[in-house]
């Protein structure tokens, strides 16, 4: 093998069309199922005085100061 470069039709021959797409589904699956943290840091970014406090408290404080307080209603 003198070449040190796949050609480009055959890159992906090494991996298994199955496991392909068993990744692209976890993948998928792992979009669906966000984790609260990330959840919330989507809601902060959504309304931008959080975020403004987020950018000097930081994400969690930035929630917890804007959103926290509507739990305990």
């Not at 039709?9 to 298994?16: E, S």
């Not at 979009?31 to 994400?59: I, S, V």
Request: hydrophobic content about 25%; overall charge positive; aromatic content about 16%.
């Amino acid at each position: 093998f003198s070449d040190p470069f796949i050609n480009r039709r055959r890159a992906n021959d090494f991996i298994q069309a199955d496991s392909r797409l068993g990744a692209i589904t976890q993948e998928r699956i792992r979009e669906r199922a966000k984790a609260p943290h990330e959840r919330q840091r989507e809601m902060c970014e959504d309304y931008y005085p959080c975020e403004l406090y987020a950018y000097r408290h930081g994400y969690a404080a930035a929630y917890k100061h804007y959103f926290g307080r509507r739990r305990n209603k």
